[in-house]
């Protein structure tokens, strides 16, 4: 069974670090993109950003929002991808979500999704 | 950036009537969209990508319809468990990624 848990979410004040985890199981973590996602409270889904998976270069995309703020990472030897969010902010206050790409070749839709974490920017 | 509307905002069906939930595009996607369902307390779901391709385990009274910049999302026999937000995404330009506003579909 595909498995995805977050962790490492909680509160934390404004410009402060915070690091969330995801775990997978279930698949070759390598061979697919994982991308972040998340949700303020009451709102809609909001895409934060992906890496590829080695076999197309590992790189990054971000959403204009976090770009320069948020740094997405993953250890294969581990099947784990991190989202390292620095210089928080109150209005990144939300669930967030990792999933992974569905298909290897393609960046563009996702699933499964992990269960979501809560973080909250408040001083 | 790909702004993706979505209407209406809710939607109320008695059960087993048919939904139809509607998400344009500002610019043409071509076939790149897919559709999520959220539950309260839970995580999205993927239910179509490709426009009209059911993921894996998705009843077939899901359905997914549209090309260009006009989409529909259709649930042929609406049933309890249906209730949900549903959400479209394009993944015709990953920069950024963009998802509509959500349509809830209400159980009458």
């Known amino acids: 069974e595909v498995q995805l848990v977050e962790s490492g979410g909680g509160l934390v004040k404004p410009g402060r670090s915070l690091r969330l985890s995801c775990t997978v199981s279930g698949f070759t973590f390598g061979d697919f993109a994982m991308s972040w996602f998340r949700q303020a409270p009451g709102k809609g889904l909001e895409w934060v950003g992906f890496?590829?998976?080695?076999?197309?270069?590992?790189?990054?995309e971000y959403a204009a929002s976090v770009k320069g703020r948020f740094n997405i990472s993953r250890d294969d030897s581990k099947s784990i991808a991190y989202l390292q969010m620095n210089s928080l902010k109150t209005e990144d206050t939300a669930i967030y979500y990792c999933?992974?790409?569905?298909?290897?070749?393609?960046?563009?839709?996702?699933?499964?999704w992990g269960q979501g974490m809560l973080v909250t920017v408040s001083s | 950036e790909i702004v993706m509307t979505q209407s209406p905002a809710t939607l109320s069906v008695s059960p087993g009537e048919r939904a139809t939930l509607s998400c344009r595009a500002s610019?043409?996607?071509?076939?790149?969209l897919a559709w999520y369902q959220q539950k309260p307390g839970q995580a999205p779901r993927l239910l179509i990508y490709?426009?009209?391709t059911r993921a894996t385990g998705i009843p077939a009274r899901f359905s997914g319809s549209g090309s260009g910049t006009e989409f529909t999302l259709a649930i042929s026999s609406l049933q309890s468990e249906d209730s949900a937000v549903y959400y479209c995404q394009q993944y015709n330009n990953w920069r950024p990624l963009t998802f509509g506003g959500g349509t809830k579909v209400e159980i009458k």
């Open positions: 490709g426009a009209s």
């Open positions: 610019q043409s996607i071509s076939s790149n």
């Open positions: 999933s992974r790409a569905a298909d290897r070749r393609v960046v563009g839709w996702f699933d499964p």
């Open positions: 890496i590829r998976s080695k076999a197309y270069g590992g790189t990054t």
